[in-house]
């Protein structure tokens, strides 16, 4: 989308969370936040975000017969990542729009690191490897617990490979989003998500106003 307001650095943006916290609907809540206040940005999503990454994608989230090997998702992940990186994230942000993404690298240390109990160093090897000191300038982590979660996943349908896990498997999800917020506090933001709507976007709305428009009014002034 394209806005009014030039800043001297674009803010890589990045959502996470659980099964059924509500990053589609506060993302596009926020999406609306960045357009009100006249910033070009572009929404993405992973895996994804390229015809050849939504193709892996695919591949990752389709339900199969087959048992999936935690490491081939691993590196199907990351397959993903590098060309998202490659032909959409890094242009992007080099035109000077900012990216407001649907998942990055914390996803995989939250589902392949903690869920499926492959521990970070793996994961470490394959974030240099593919994006190096590229990190979020922001990441909100929408958290509930898993119960609430699971609860609404099912309320919408069908679930995909990764909804069909059974609980423990989201608790060490959750664990791993928290425990990651925790040892970096000045780059995630934890917003309550089991609240309603309106509390929920409320924060949302203040993460926004303190992690974003003041960093760019701060960046602005340095400039």
Not at 44 to 54: D, F, I
Not at 108 to 125: D, H, N, P, W
Not at 193 to 205: G, I, T, Y
Request: net charge negative; hydrophobic share 40%.
């Amino acid at each position: 989308m394209r806005g009014l307001k030039a800043v001297p650095k674009a803010l890589f943006i990045t959502f996470e969370g659980g099964e059924g916290v509500g990053k589609t609907t506060n993302i596009e809540y926020f999406k609306r936040l960045m357009a009100d206040a006249c910033l070009d940005y572009v929404a993405t999503r992973e895996p994804g975000g390229t015809p050849l990454a939504e193709e892996i994608r695919n591949l990752l989230l389709a339900p199969r017969d087959e048992k999936v090997c935690s490491n081939a998702e691993l590196l199907l992940m990351f397959a993903a990542r590098a060309q998202h990186l490659s032909q959409f994230i890094e242009p992007s942000l080099q035109r000077g729009e900012h990216v407001v993404c649907d998942r990055f690298t914390d996803a995989t240390y939250a589902y392949q690191g903690y869920g499926r109990e492959l521990g970070v160093e793996a994961i470490s090897v394959l974030e240099n490897l593919v994006h190096g000191n590229r990190q979020p300038d922001l990441t909100v982590i929408l958290d509930a617990p898993v119960e609430v979660g699971m609860a609404r996943a099912r309320a919408r349908g069908d679930l995909d490979r990764f909804e069909q896990e059974n609980l423990s498997f989201f608790e060490r999800v959750r664990e791993g989003y928290l425990l990651r917020a925790s040892q970096n506090p000045d780059r995630y933001a934890v917003v309550d998500a089991s609240l309603s709507l309106d509390k929920v976007q409320n924060q949302v709305k203040q993460v926004f106003e303190d992690r974003v428009l003041r960093v760019i009014s701060q960046a602005g002034e340095a400039s």
